[in-house]
């Protein structure tokens, strides 16, 4: 669970140094607002396929999202 909760934050601070909306995020990614608010919020799991489509949105190393 901490760890669940430690990549929801994550993606939360990510997307505040990005400068962008949760609506503007969702768009670059490919999902709705409200699947990132849950994300955000901790009442939805990030996936695999989620962090596939942020990384490449965001062209960033496989190294940085497992961390």
Avoid at 1 to 29: H, W
Avoid at 40 to 60: M, S
Wanted: proline share 1%; no cysteine.
């Amino acid at each position: 669970m901490k760890d669940f909760l430690y990549r929801s934050e994550k993606i939360r601070e990510f997307r505040a140094k990005k400068g962008v909306t949760q609506i503007e995020f969702a768009k670059k990614i490919g999902v709705s607002k409200g699947y990132i608010a849950q994300i955000e919020t901790g009442t939805r799991k990030v996936n695999i396929k989620f962090l596939d489509k942020l990384q490449a949105a965001f062209n960033i190393p496989e190294d940085q999202i497992s961390e």
